[in-house]
C-alpha cells in the first residue's frame, strides 16, 4: 500500500484544518488506518484510528472530541478532521495501514507509511 498524507498547514489557535491520505496499491478496506503525529524532539504518538468497515474510531485522550477520523473506501481515503486546534498539536501527521483486525493503537502494528504532513499552530 502507497500512502499519500495532505492538507497540513498553518493555522491559527482555535481553528480548523482536514488531513486526507489517499491509498493505492492494494485493497484499501483490507486494513486499519491511523493518524500518528511527532513533533519536533518528541517521540511519534497515536492520535487516531479507524477500523477497515469504518464502524469503530478511537482517539488518544488529548485529541478526542476535537479530531474525527473517517474513510471512504470507495475512493481509498482516510481523513482527519481537526477542530479547535492547539499550539501543542504542531506535529508533522503521518497516516498509516495496518492489516490487523480492530483497532489498532500500537505504531509497530503498522505496515505501511505515509510521507507526513505537517501542521504548525500559531497562539
Known amino acids: 500500500v502507497q500512502l499519500q498524507a495532505s492538507g497540513g498547514g498553518l493555522v491559527q489557535a482555535g481553528g480548523s484544518l482536514r488531513l486526507s491520505c489517499a491509498a493505492s496499491g492494494r485493497t484499501f478496506s483490507n486494513y486499519a488506518m491511523g493518524w500518528f503525529r511527532q513533533a519536533p524532539g518528541k517521540e511519534r504518538e497515536f492520535v487516531a484510528v479507524?477500523?477497515?468497515?469504518?464502524?469503530?474510531?478511537y482517539y488518544a485522550n488529548s485529541v478526542k472530541g476535537r479530531f474525527t477520523i473517517s474513510r471512504d473506501n470507495a475512493k481509498n481515503t482516510v481523513y482527519l478532521q481537526m477542530n479547535s486546534l492547539k499550539p501543542e498539536d504542531t506535529a508533522f501527521y503521518y497516516c498509516?495501514?495496518?492489516?490487523?483486525?480492530?483497532?489498532?493503537?500500537?505504531?509497530?502494528?503498522?505496515?505501511?507509511w505515509g510521507q507526513g504532513t505537517l501542521v504548525t499552530v500559531s497562539s
Open positions: 479507524i477500523t477497515w468497515s469504518g464502524d469503530s474510531t
Open positions: 498509516a495501514a495496518s492489516p490487523r483486525y480492530g483497532l489498532v493503537v500500537d505504531a509497530v502494528k503498522y505496515d505501511y
